[in-house]
Structures are given as structure tokens and as C-alpha cells.
């Protein structure tokens, strides 16, 4: 038997609308620090200011247009953004969008670190990773969003079959579906339990693979400090710091990934208030990102120090 929550989660509502202004207003900043305080950083800037751009986009998907509500232990939810009360969009659409920019964010932060480990590496003389490797990263990730699009767009029940399955589930909140907005609901197809045990193998296999080019990284530049001038050594030292706040905020994002899945497999009476603190966990991600690199990336921090000063 399943127990729903159809109250309206205030708190919820609010964290987005706070998110959404933080995470502009953060990212916006990290955007013009990648633009204007990281130019020795050479072309690697590009890199990082590509990965802050697909963080803002990301959030304001989830924080403005979305404003997702999870209706778990069902596959289900209701959207409360603008996507839907000023543009009318259908919750599957905005969804499978919302997915793919996900996908998009994490290909730009292994791109950040593939392309600082090949610049090291040609200085290093270690392995030189080849250009054909940016290649097959992104028709993977295009293949993973193709999959997971696909898999949501043909599980999606029709309106019929929605009002067929709550009779069938859960007849008794029928009444409570009926008051709502909009909703979107899934069926539990095998499909859908597919995509799920790809969702979290492919989420700790993300996270070792950046953390992997990360030990690289570091192995390499411990070799070169002797080897190289002090300018240069500076410059992929402060990429370097760069990176190892992308290594502690990467896995603090892709966190509440996992956990939802953990909690869709669960099916406890507490898997919908888990669900959207994991919602809301992933949303702070990029701020607290830009907060750290505040904190530990000198090119930032240098900035952090003249605003203080003056």
C-alpha cells in the first residue's frame, strides 16, 4: 500500500524560489570571475566558464521553470514552476529538458577534467589522452540522454491509462489527484527498472572516473614541480585547486542522484520527504560550488580579498 503526501510543500516552494536567486546570483559571479580574473589560466578558463554556464542553466531549470514536486514512492510528480503555470508546458516535456541539461552539466565537468589532465600530461610525458576521446565522451552522454528520454517518453502513461492505474493503485487518492495541477505518472515496466540500476551504476562510475583523472593529476604535477618554471607551475597549480573543489562538490552533487534511486528501491512510508531533500540537496550544489572556489581557488580568492580590503 502506498501513502502519499498531497499537501502543498511550502517549504519546498520556497527553498526554490530562494535557490533561484542565490544560484544566479553565485553563478553569475563565477561566470565573470571565469571570465575576468582566470586569464592565465589559458584556454582552460573556456572550460570552466562552460561548466558555470551549464550549472546556471541547470539550476534555473530545476529552481525556476520545474519546480518539481515527487509523489514516490509512485513514479510520479507534479510541477509547481513557470514552465507550467506561465508557458502551459506538458510535465513530461520539461522533465526529459530538465534531464538532459543534468546530463549536459556532468559532461562539461569530466570535459574539465580531461582536458587539464592532457595539458599536463604532454608537459609530464605520461599518458596523452587522445583528442578522438572528447569524441566518444559526448556521443556517450548524447546516447545516455537519448536513453533516458527515450525510456521516460515511452513509460509515460497515457491521460486514460493514468486515471486507470490510481483507480487500480491507489483509488484512494483519487479525489487528491484530481486537485492537482498537473502530474505526470510511470509505469514500474521493466524498462523503468533498467533505467533505474543504470542511473545508480552510472553515478559511482562517474564519480571514480573523475576522481581517477584527479590522483592523475596530482601524481603528475608532484613530478613536474622541479621541472618546470615557477609561472607555469603556479598556473596548473591554481587549475589543480580548481579541480579538487570540483572533485568535493562533484560528489556532493551526484549524491542525491544515487539516494533517490535508493529511495525509489525502498518504498517506505518515507520516501517522498527523502526524495525531495534529495531534490532540494541537489540544487545547492553549484552555489556551494562557487563558494568553495571562493574559499580555496586563489583567482577567485584574490577577488574575495580586494572586495574585503576596500
Request: aromatic share 14%; glycine share 2%.
Amino acid at each position: 500500500m502506498y501513502v502519499l503526501d498531497f499537501s502543498t510543500p511550502s517549504w519546498l516552494i520556497l527553498f526554490y524560489h530562494t535557490m533561484s536567486v542565490i544560484s544566479i546570483i553565485m553563478n553569475t559571479l563565477g561566470i565573470y570571475l571565469s571570465l575576468f580574473q582566470c586569464q592565465k589560466l589559458g584556454s582552460f578558463r573556456y572550460w570552466l566558464l562552460a561548466y558555470q554556464a551549464s550549472c546556471l542553466l541547470t539550476d534555473l531549470q530545476i529552481t525556476v521553470l520545474l519546480q518539481p514536486v515527487p509523489l514516490f514512492p509512485l513514479i510520479s510528480g507534479y510541477l509547481v514552476g513557470v514552465s507550467f503555470t506561465w508557458f502551459g508546458a506538458m510535465p513530461i516535456h520539461a522533465i526529459v529538458i530538465a534531464g538532459d541539461f543534468i546530463v549536459f552539466q556532468f559532461l562539461m565537468l569530466i570535459m574539465l577534467f580531461v582536458k587539464k589532465h592532457r595539458a599536463i600530461a604532454r608537459i609530464a610525458q605520461g599518458f596523452i589522452t587522445h583528442r578522438i576521446i572528447d569524441l566518444i565522451f559526448l556521443f556517450v552522454f548524447i546516447l545516455i540522454a537519448a536513453i533516458v528520454d527515450c525510456t521516460f517518453l515511452s513509460n509515460q502513461l497515457s491521460e486514460s491509462g493514468q486515471w486507470d492505474f490510481i483507480q487500480q493503485i491507489v483509488p484512494e487518492y483519487i479525489n487528491d489527484f484530481k486537485s492537482l495541477p498537473n502530474f505526470v505518472i510511470f509505469s514500474k515496466t521493466v524498462q523503468m527498472k533498467y533505467l533505474v540500476t543504470f542511473v545508480s551504476l552510472l553515478t559511482p562510475m562517474a564519480t571514480i572516473l573523475v576522481t581517477a583523472l584527479a590522483i592523475d593529476i596530482f601524481r603528475m604535477m608532484n613530478a613536474l614541480k622541479l621541472k618546470v618554471s615557477s609561472s607555469t607551475n603556479r598556473k596548473h597549480s591554481e587549475a589543480i585547486k580548481c579541480l579538487a573543489v570540483q572533485v568535493a562538490t562533484s560528489i556532493l552533487s551526484l549524491a542525491p542522484v544515487s539516494l533517490v534511486v535508493i529511495f525509489f528501491a525502498m518504498e517506505s512510508v518515507y520516501t517522498q520527504t527523502l526524495t525531495k531533500l534529495s531534490i532540494a540537496w541537489f540544487a545547492t550544489h553549484s552555489s556551494l560550488n562557487i563558494v568553495c572556489l571562493l574559499l580555496f581557488f586563489p583567482p577567485f580568492k584574490s577577488f574575495l580579498k580586494k572586495i574585503y580590503q576596500t
